[in-house]
C-alpha cells in the first residue's frame, strides 16, 4: 500500500488516500476517512514511533471508535527519529503526539524541535527546501505525555481493544468489514506498513507496545481533535512522497 494524499474533509475529519500495490485491486485508490490521527512514541534508545487514526461512528448519544495503525519506525536514538516524525505530522496531518513524561530530557527535546512544533518565523519556501514535506507554518505538532503504566496493565489495555468487536451505535450489532467479518476496535490492515508493531505486540516488545500504547489510549481518553477546522483544503492539502470500509 502506498501512501498518495492527505486532505481535511468538511466535517473536521482527515481522508487518506493510498494506491494498492499488488493483487486484483492493484494501482487502485483506497479512501479511510478519520476522526483524528495521532502519534505515539517511545523515546528510548532503541526508539519507536506508530501512527493511529481514529475512525469515529456516531448515532445520538451512541458512538464507537476504532483505531487503524497506519504506520512505524524505529531508530536506535530519538533524534534519529524526529525527522520521521515531521513527515508524519505533515503528510498525515496529524497534529498531536502521545510520549510518556519520562525520560524527562527526551521530552523536552521533542518539544524543541523546528519544523515540528514550531517555525521560526520561515517564509514558505524556505521552509520547504528545509523539510520537504512542509504544509504550512500554522500546521504544528502538540506533544501530549501520558504516565507510562505498569507493563501488565499496558498489554492489558491493548489486548482488550485489540480483541473487542466494535459496536454499530445506530444497530447495536458489530460493525462488518467488507469480508463480512466484525470488525475489532484496534486493526491492522493487511498491506500497510505495521509488521514490526504487530510483531512486538504479538511478543510483548516493550518500546513498541508502549508506542502503540501511547496512541490508542491516548486518543482513547481524549475526544477533541485539535486540526483547526478553518483551514483550508487546497492549502493544507497534502501528497505524500513515499475506505470506505476495511
Not at 510483531?199 to 501511547?214: D, F, I, Q, Y
Request: aromatic share 8%; with cysteine.
Amino acid at each position: 500500500m502506498r501512501f498518495l494524499v492527505a486532505s481535511p474533509l468538511p466535517n473536521d475529519g482527515i481522508k487518506l488516500i493510498f494506491q494498492h500495490q499488488v493483487g486484483r485491486n492493484a494501482n487502485e485508490p483506497f479512501e479511510m476517512n478519520f476522526r483524528r490521527i495521532a502519534i505515539g512514541l517511545h523515546l528510548g534508545s532503541p526508539s519507536f514511533g506508530v501512527v493511529v487514526g481514529e475512525r469515529h461512528y456516531m448515532d445520538g448519544d451512541r458512538e464507537e471508535r476504532v483505531y487503524v495503525v497506519i504506520d512505524e519506525k524505529e531508530e536506535l536514538l530519538s533524534a534519529k527519529l524526529f525527522p520521521q516524525i515531521i513527515e508524519w505530522k505533515d503528510n498525515y496531518l496529524a497534529q498531536t503526539l502521545f510520549v510518556p513524561n519520562m525520560p524527562l530530557d527526551q521530552v523536552e527535546a521533542l518539544r524543541r524541535v523546528e519544523g515540528l512544533t514550531h517555525y521560526k518565523g520561515l517564509t514558505a519556501n524556505i521552509a520547504r527546501n528545509r523539510w520537504p514535506s512542509f504544509v504550512h507554518s500554522s500546521h504544528i505538532g502538540v506533544p501530549r505525555t501520558l504516565t507510562t503504566p505498569a507493563e501488565e496493565e499496558l498489554h492489558r489495555d491493548l489486548e482488550v481493544i485489540l480483541s473487542t468487536e466494535a459496536q454499530d451505535p445506530t444497530t447495536g450489532h458489530p460493525l462488518m468489514g467488507t469480508d463480512g467479518d466484525p470488525v475489532n476496535r484496534l486493526l491492522f490492515p493487511f498491506d500497510f506498513p505495521t509488521l514490526q508493531t504487530q510483531s512486538g505486540l504479538r511478543n510483548a516488545r516493550k518500546g513498541t507496545c508502549e508506542a502503540l500504547w501511547m496512541a490508542v489510549m491516548g486518543l482513547e481518553r481524549t475526544n477533541v481533535r485539535s486540526y483547526s477546522s478553518d483551514s483550508d483544503e487546497r492549502e493544507y492539502s497534502h501528497v505524500g512522497n513515499s475506505i470506505t470500509g476495511y
